[in-house]
């Protein structure tokens, strides 16, 4: 009987001193919204539309050796079966598409074959929209 009543205020002890009383004083969560200081309810307006360069133009380089930049739409999809780039881009199909080939740097052999390294080709190149708000911070100076 002794060992029951030992094991009994034992195991209430252990119970009193587990940490999953509840609190009582619980502070608020200071959530805020990626598109700001609005209400939920608030309707946002749109962003503005990208603008793409017309056929034929470039944006110039902004440093050395970076990649040269996508003048359309860059939402083509890509996957480890399918990279939707290589659908006008291929070496064998550049030509007929009016398209730039993919680089001689980013295939392995001589019928064009994407090299692993560059299959994802968004990684590296982006669209060269002109968009009327800045989508992240940029300081970045050439200088």
Known sequence: MRKILTLTA?????????????????????IQSLAGNMAI????????????PS???????????????IPHKDDYKITLDKNSCLSCHSWDKAKRMKATPVAKSHVIDDKGT????????????????????????????DK
Request: aromatic share 6%.
């Open 10 to 30: 034992l195991l209430v002890a252990i119970t009193g001193c587990s940490g999953q009383q509840t609190v009582t004083n619980v502070a608020p969560v200071n």
């Open 41 to 52: 309810t608030d309707i946002r307006p749109a962003d503005a539309m990208a603008i793409y």
């Open 55 to 69: 056929r034929g133009t470039a944006i110039e380089r902004s440093f050395s050796e970076q990649p040269p930049l």
């Open 114 to 141: 994407v090299n692993g390294h560059n299959y994802f080709c968004t990684q590296c190149h982006v669209a060269q929209a002109e968009n009327k708000q800045p989508l992240v911070e940029n300081q970045f100076s």
